[in-house]
């Protein structure tokens, strides 16, 4: 049963009055003592306050929703609390869903965020889209709820889209490995329908058609972003004879190194390694893992300004064609891949 103030001055033998005055200091003659007494009292009956702010005196919270695929993996992680961080200083607070690539936990994800009356919505879309996941994004633009796309995009839904330059990521990744002696070069991606993937697995064959390495697709594995797809293609890539590999993210490369410590690979020995996302995960890994760092905090900067101009357009009813923000990712050197020499 919830305690009252009147329950705490019948145990205290004051008035409720008293009580009242007291638990809410207000200014009073009321001796110290007897204050003490009150709260002594309150604490021993686990009184609590209710609170008594006026949220009428406010004006209407500034909220943005973000949607996130996948919250295990540390470089969404680190998206999304770098877009919350830079939502803040712009006074505006973020509701986040983590869905994972369950589509009606998409679904509910959006309904909520349109039911909390968001500003504007951010979304990574999940690796499951499809044409229903486009159909409801489309309604929420009919609805003039701001819109945009972070780092995948999604075919048919036309928006503001900000990403990193995917393609230039896998090429340098490629470029990096071929410099230092590797010829025999796998790559590891998420599926196929995936922007990140295709993008990647694009810049891939471009460094080898430059350095003139035929392109064989047997040295291209499509899983998920996650440690056991990287545990799974590295055995199929080193099936290959590959001597280095291009890891889609940072788990996956993670999941490569198990697999090469359980089966005898040296990383670099006999194996050399690039990541993707340049996460946490790359000093925890034995060595190090280079990596491709995409800028995360610099895309979520721009996310949230983009954001924030669809909603002041919105309100002043004025409309701009949707554009597409690319930002260069860049190599982080670690211990993880060797130069290789042939006689």
Known sequence: ?????????????????????????????????????????????????????????????????????????????????????????????????????????????????????????????????????????????KSRVPLMLLDRAAYGVFCDFVTADNKHGGRIATEYLIRQGHTKIGCMVGDANVYTSRKRVEGYREALAAAKIPFEKNCVYYGHFDVESGYAGAKELLDQGVTAIVAGNDLMAYGLYRFAGEHGYSVPGDLSVIGYDNTELCELMVPPLTSIDQNAGTMASKAVEVILQQVEIQEEEEQEPARNYYFTPYIQERESVRMVSWS
């Open 1 to 141: 049963m919830k305690v009252k103030v009147k329950d705490i001055a019948r145990v205290a033998g004051v008035s409720p009055t008293t009580v009242s005055l007291v638990l809410n200091n207000k200014p009073s003659r009321i001796a110290d003592d007897t204050k003490e007494h009150i709260f002594r009292v309150a604490r021993e009956m686990q009184f609590q306050m209710a609170s008594e702010v006026d949220f009428s005196e406010y004006r209407k919270v500034k909220t943005l929703g973000m949607i996130v695929p996948d919250k295990k993996n540390p470089f969404y992680d680190r998206l999304a609390e770098e877009v919350a961080d830079c939502a803040f200083l712009r006074g505006y607070t973020l509701f986040q869903c983590g869905t994972g690539d369950d589509i009606q936990s998409f679904y509910l994800a959006i309904e909520s965020l349109m039911s909390k009356n968001v500003d504007g919505i951010i979304v990574i879309p999940p690796r499951t889209m499809d044409k229903e996941n486009v159909k409801l994004l489309k309604s929420v633009q």
